[in-house]
């Protein structure tokens, strides 16, 4: 298995001949339903994919994908393109450019670091080996239940039990509250937090006055967690919320744009959750999301990982490097079904876990 904290010393160690070649591909993933979250519905996500190699080895290609999410990125999609450009223009100084320069579009970043790691292991799309890549183990996720109207989501909750999920993620926070609540007592009434692990993820949707009621009524349920429950900022009132809520408070949004290590520190230390999640597309690649993991290490705090609707370029990378971190929890990394035209992979669902079966191909976009 790939060392869980070589990430930093391989990207700084990187070495290749000079002569390196760079493109990227402009692709649009259709959602097979709309998406719908808080920040509104999604019918399609714009990425562009990375290609980097070395004209003496043209079959060994590293590929990366950048896919920033609109309303919650940073960045937007012409400030990747700008930065894809440049490094296309000058792919010899890629290595440099892990450096300041792309520091202000993270998913360009994670692009870049990905197509690097994969072309060091020899563009097979393998870019952290172990024996998840070899097919010979799965890492689990949560079932994801998106914001619905309440029968709809309640059958796609009874069809991810019926799948034998432990785990299931609702987003809640734009439907009717009643409504909501209503189906996590009835899901409660059936399955209790011994057979069912339920966490809800709000994306920032609740106000300040009405959040108390919120957690109590989540703590009568036994929920696990709640991702974000108010807008980004906050630092003072979130750090209320975490010392008193019944429910403990993971922090996903609230990570996004702070860099140094001293940043980091201070919101952890601020603000003190029970839980980070980390979406490295969203942070700025593998080396952003360890040392928020080494700062929760510090304070002993809890975290997992999840995509940020990639296709299955980058959830393949996020998989593969989440996997070399042994963290047992179930991850959120069961997306790579919501399109209709994602990329064909060796990422397979085997009922709550993923896996990565070698036997199958990828497809890629011409």
């Known amino acids: 298995m790939a060392d869980s904290l070589d990430v930093f010393d391989r990207l700084r160690n990187l070495e290749f001949p000079p002569g390196l070649q760079a493109e990227w591909i402009p692709h649009t993933l259709d959602f097979l339903n709309p998406a719908r979250t808080s920040r509104g519905r999604m019918h399609q996500h714009r990425v562009a994919y990375l290609k980097i190699w070395h004209p003496d080895r043209p079959q060994e290609i590293g590929w990366g994908e950048a896919a920033p999410l609109p309303g919650l990125s940073i960045e937007g999609m012409s400030m990747v393109e700008e930065a894809l450009d440049h490094i296309c223009a000058e792919p010899d100084l890629a290595i440099e450019m ?118 109590a009524e989540l703590g009568d349920l036994a929920v696990h967690s709640i991702e974000q429950p108010i807008a980004v900022g906050q630092w003072d009132d979130l750090a209320d919320l975490c010392r008193w809520s019944p429910v403990p408070i993971a922090l996903d949004e609230e990570l996004i744009g702070l860099r140094s290590l001293d940043e980091k520190r201070d919101l952890v230390e601020t603000i003190f959750p029970q839980y980070l999640i980390l979406k490295p ?52 990394l069961g997306t790579g079904q919501l399109y209709r035209n994602n990329l064909q992979s060796p990422l397979d669902l085997d009922g709550p876990a993923l896996r990565f079966n070698p036997d199958l191909p990828w497809v890629w976009p011409q």
């Not at 579009?105 to 172990?130: I, R, Y």
């Not at 080494?294 to 304070?299: H, K, L, Q, S």
Request: proline share 5%; charged share 20%.
């Open 98 to 215: 892990l450096e300041s320069p792309l520091e202000r579009v993270p998913s360009a970043m994670f692009a870049l670091e990905q197509a690097l790691l994969d072309l060091e292991t020899g563009g097979k799309q393998k870019p952290f080996p172990s024996k998840f890549t070899d097919g010979r183990d799965r890492i689990p996720i949560n079932g994801l239940i998106w914001m619905a109207q309440p029968n709809e989501m309640a059958e796609a909750i009874q069809q991810k039990i019926d799948e034998g999920y432990g785990c299931l993620k609702m987003k809640i926070g734009t439907a009717d509250r009643a409504s909501e609540m209503e189906l996590l007592h009835n899901l409660r009434s059936y399955f209790g937090p011994e057979v069912l692990e339920v966490r809800v993820d709000a994306n920032g949707a609740f106000k300040l006055h009405e959040i108390e009621d919120v957690l």
């Open 281 to 332: 597309s969203l942070l700025g690649g593998f080396r952003q999301a360890q040392e928020w993991i080494e700062v929760a290490a510090e304070c002993g705090l809890h975290w997992w990982a999840t995509s940020a609707l990639e296709s299955n370029l980058g959830l393949n990378a996020i998989a593969q490097w989440v996997y070399t971190q042994q963290n047992p929890m179930p991850q959120g």
